[in-house]
Structures are given as C-alpha cells and as structure tokens.
C-alpha cells in the first residue's frame, strides 16, 4: 500500500515559481523500483501528465512543460518534487502526485499507469 500527501500549491502571479511536495508512505514491497508521476487538472478539462520520474533517475516532461519544470526526489525521506518555473496562467489546476510498483524508461505520463493517488494540491496561475 502506498500513501501519497501533495503540499505546496498556492496562487501567484505569471512568472512565478513554486515547489510542489508529495510524501510518500509505502508498506514494505517486494518491488524496488517504481516511478512517481505528477498530474494536473483544469476545470473543466481532462486530466494531464506534466512529469515523471523513475526510481532510477530517468525523468518524461509533457512539452508544454519541458524547460520550465523540474521533477525530483529524496530517496532517504520518500519525499518527491515537482519544481514549476516560469508559471503561466494555463498552468492553472489541481495537482496531484501518483505512483506505480516497477520502473519505466521513459516513467509514463498517462494516469493509467499509476494506481496510487494522492488528493492533490491545488495552484493558481493569473496574469
């Protein structure tokens, strides 16, 4: 079982920078590796894949976000971030942190491949 608790979200202006957090609380597993994603939502939009990372380092962006955000993670303290540069106002959206047993390369950027969530952390973009 895998617990995941996003933090850091807020609203600024365009240009702005913020750190997103996810926690991350996991059973023991005969698994080792795994990758964590970061997914937002919009309203009314569907939601997207905007980063991901694989427990061995490889890292995917979507490319309206390539250049402008970062994913990283501490391993020792199970803690996962996704840093935002650069923010615009369609950035604008619910974020939310996923996980799923077993390495990719490329880590997945689609929703169906994670099968732990956490409950998202909200961000607000405005011009």
């Known amino acids: 079982q895998v617990e995941l608790v996003e933090s850091g979200g807020g609203s600024l202006q365009a240009g702005g920078s913020l750190r997103l957090s996810c926690a991350a609380t996991r059973s023991p597993s005969r698994y080792t590796n795994y990758c964590v994603g970061w997914f937002r939502q919009a309203p009314g939009k569907e939601r997207e894949g905007v980063a991901a990372l694989d427990s061995n380092g490889p890292t995917n962006y979507a490319d309206s976000v390539k250049g402008r955000f970062t994913v990283s993670q501490d391993k020792s303290n199970n803690i996962f971030y996704l840093q935002m540069d650069n923010l615009k106002p369609e950035d604008t959206g619910m974020y939310y942190c996923?996980?799923?047993?077993?390495?990719?390369?490329?880590?997945?950027?689609?929703?169906?491949?994670?099968?732990?969530w956490g409950q998202g952390t909200r961000v607000t973009v405005s011009s």
């Open positions: 996923a996980w799923k047993w077993g390495g990719w390369k490329p880590p997945p950027l689609t929703d169906s491949s994670y099968n732990h």
